[in-house]
């Protein structure tokens, strides 16, 4: 426990509650989200809503033709009040979200340390921070041990800053000179403090300067899907101009009016580009994350969800992942069991149970064998715990002269600085057998002296601490094993002690690789790569520093793997920025920066959690393909029969009217497109497999064949219907019946697994609801003329019935043929790109 001259009590919590009225919450006022009129004047500034717009009016106004015209705009009104939903739905996610990941402080309240959201910290409150912590408003210190904070986020320099408790009355200056104040939403580097309060909220140097925290950085999927849409907008283009030239030698025949060919041009145009795509595929990751957060993952950036779904390879911590992070010391070995547990409380920074685990577990030890933290002692110098050094180092003055030195830590580390002896040599001895029993072991050492590094040490014993194994984590590491996803343990443990749990938990122990054996292969180019594929062998790795979970994750980021990581620590930064996912700890056991570093935060450290962010994941990713797949293959079917029937039926001018068309894409396809969006397909999705990228050539061939396929059936189905004689409304109603049906199986043939009418194929209620609900709208306007007319539809016979139902039962037996073709014909060069989210 800290001892120091001045423990400051803090507020109570009536008087932190009034000043909370007074000055309201610490937070910077967020941008107001957008009014709906907003929203809506948005989806109208598209260019696709503009042309529709155009094209209605001219319908309306110019061509006279009302019904037609009417419907146009009332398809247009149908498309924004969908689009404004779904983007008000997604962006209702993503506040939820932002909530949930709230940042925390640690105040002093009525005497206790409290761990308090940080939007309730007031002027006057005293908070502590320590290495990892984002500052949570401006305060001035009153201690400070080996404190650096960075601030370039305020004043631009990339070194920290090195802080110190106030003297008797601080000076003013820049703020790069008040060393002894904290400003809010700088970041802790090192080192610990006790502050008071100041400025809150938008009183704050930060809030002066404004949020600068702007979000919405495109991930690779919005990248991947954009470039997409411009090729697929391309393609439409064409067709529309293809269309359009076609037409033209019909109009100078003086067989069709111009301004119909343009518009059907235009119309064919719309309705190809998959607009809706986008902002389904968005929606879907929205919702996905809300589902997510149901079960403790919260997603920070949408597209790691996707990453998710795509991991490979999960690098996972021991303590708290695997492990429940529940210390309790179970052993020790010591000569001086007083000597031992005094030690143990002077270094030592928890404090009424709040702390580092493991300060928490030796003090509760201390406690149980009757010591209390002796009366009269100061602090008066402390090196806090560091991953680096794994050892911790405190000077107190006691009431003998001489100040005295504790350092706990790592045995390895410890017990090299003190005096070679028996008694030393026992305990190097004892270690391994500790470890062996998956116990954490700290050697504790002292000396009169006032020199934090001093050698000559007297060993005061060891203090072993064990750590039970989470049942769950044992279920995720056979879950990942059958989903072919690798689980490698890192950790600043003993090698022994990591080797005992990777067993317990069913990681394959071998190789176990440590820091020390990966820095015995040298620096050199030769080292380097022998040392990468040391890393990606690697089952477990064991006393490594976290520098090396960076290399880790590079050297198997290079493999072409996915990488999910975790970590909690300051230095896990990099490492979880680098990542293709980087995990961290929500509350207490996760510092700030991680959680800023991370794309991914979990309530529960537990790895069952991440690996159900990982089927989570995989479902997501098996649905935006599905629905990628159920539109472009529909529109590409739509864009053939348009083109040929215009070759192949002149009679009939344009085969499909533009209301018809945008009836189909806008209206119809938008419901399934989004009940994919939300599908949860028969099956575990860990199953599903992540292969190659979401429009990968073997993927745009699948959807070509299928959309040749479908686009020959519906054909036939209209070709049979124009020489039975039938009108040409009856010939355009076949063609849009055939087309909606043929459509509607898609949708259950995209999201089959195998084949389409696989077991369970049934389930999915969303889906079902939907295809079901888009096929009885269609039956209803081709049966009952009054609400047909403004789509320029009328009844067929029973034998239209029977070819629309036939093409689409066709349909879904060419299109399971082409699935398992497109296994064979494509992709010979292995696994497409794609892959990496
Ligand atoms: N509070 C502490 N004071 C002194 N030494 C410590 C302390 N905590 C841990 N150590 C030592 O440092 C080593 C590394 O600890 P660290 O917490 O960095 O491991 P880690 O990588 O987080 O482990 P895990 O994977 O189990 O979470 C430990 O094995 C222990 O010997
Ligand atoms: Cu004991």
Redesign the pocket.
Known sequence: MGITVREPSGLSERAAAERLAEYGPNELSQPRPPRLPVRAARQLADPMSILLLIAGLVTLIVLGEIPEGLAILTILLVNVVIGVSQETKADHAVRALRTLTAPMAKVVRDGAVRRIPAAEVVPGDVVQVAAGDRVPADARLSEATGLGVDESMLTGESLSSDKRAAQADGAGGTLADRHDELFAGTLVVRGSGVAEVTRTGARTEMGRIASALGGGVKGPLAVELAQVSRRIGLVAVMAGGVMILIGLSRVQRGEAALLDIILAGVALAIAAVPESLAAAVTTALALGSQRMAALGVIVRRLPAIEALGATTVIAT????TLTTGHLTVTDHVTASEIDLWRGALRCNDARDGLG?A??VALAAAAERHGLRPPPGEERLAARP?D?ET???AVITATNEDRPLLTV????EVVLARCVPGPETERLARAVSGLADRGM???ALADKRTDDLDAAGLRALGLVALSDEIRPSAARAVTDCRAAGIRVVM?????ADTARAIAEEVGITAEPVVTGAALQALGGADDGRSKRSARLREAAVLARVDPGTKLDLVRALREDGQVVTMTG??VNDAPALRNADVGVAMAGEEGTDVAREAASVVVTTGDLGTIVAGVREGRRLRHNVSSMVGYLLTGNLAEILIVLTGLIAWPDLVVPLLPVQLLWINLVLDGIPAIALGVDRPAGDPLALRPTGGLLSWPVLTRIALRAVAVGALVFSAVEVARRLGWSEEQVRSQAVLALVFARLTLAYVVRARRRTFERGWWRGRSVLVAVTATAALQILVTVIPVLGAPLALVPVPPVGWAMALGAAMLSVIVCDMVRYRAGLVVSPSGPAPGGRG
Request: proline share 4%; net charge negative.
């Open positions: 911590d021991k303590t708290g580092d493991v300060d715990f991953a794994r050892s911790m706990k830590g790592a045995p954490r072991v700290l890192v950790t600043g443990d003993h909690d620590g």
